[in-house]
């Protein structure tokens, strides 16, 4: 069974940095542009960049800039560095990719899939 896991949200002052990390495990053969997404208070849940495999990265055209994604295949694991942070970051990260994976019988199953969510504030 393929599980997402975030870490490093927390609370931070404006202007700091906080780096997030999603990790995905299980029989996994393939992951397809993992990225990172956020949803605030009362708000839409909003893409905020994305690394398709062998493609150009996407951001919000907002965080460019202040925001950097990245992965490690060897590890099944991307990262969202992010820097300057302004108290309207504050959100739930969720990490986000579609997966194929090994099943013990059967075919190999595609799909996407959703880490739990880490909470990032950001203070004044």
């Known amino acids: 069974q393929v599980q997402l896991v975030e870490s490093g949200g927390g609370l931070v002052q404006a202007g700091g940095s906080l780096r997030l990390s999603c990790i995905a495990s299980?029989?996994?053969?393939?992951?397809?542009?993992p990225g990172w997404y956020r949803q605030a208070p009362g708000k839409q849940r909003e893409l905020v960049a994305s690394?398709?495999?062998?493609?150009?990265?996407n951001y919000a055209d907002s965080l460019k800039g202040r925001f950097s994604i990245s992965r490690d295949n060897a590890k099944n694991t991307w990262y969202l560095q992010m820097n300057d942070l302004k108290p309207e970051d504050t959100a739930v990260y969720y990490c986000?990719?579609?997966?194929?994976?090994?099943?013990?019988?059967?075919?190999?199953?595609?799909?996407?899939?959703w880490g739990q969510g880490t909470q990032v504030t950001v203070s004044l």
């Open positions: 690394i398709p495999t062998g493609g150009t990265t």
């Open positions: 299980g029989s996994i053969v393939n992951i397809d542009n």
């Open positions: 986000n990719a579609v997966i194929t994976a090994r099943q013990k019988f059967g075919p190999r199953i595609m799909d996407n899939y």
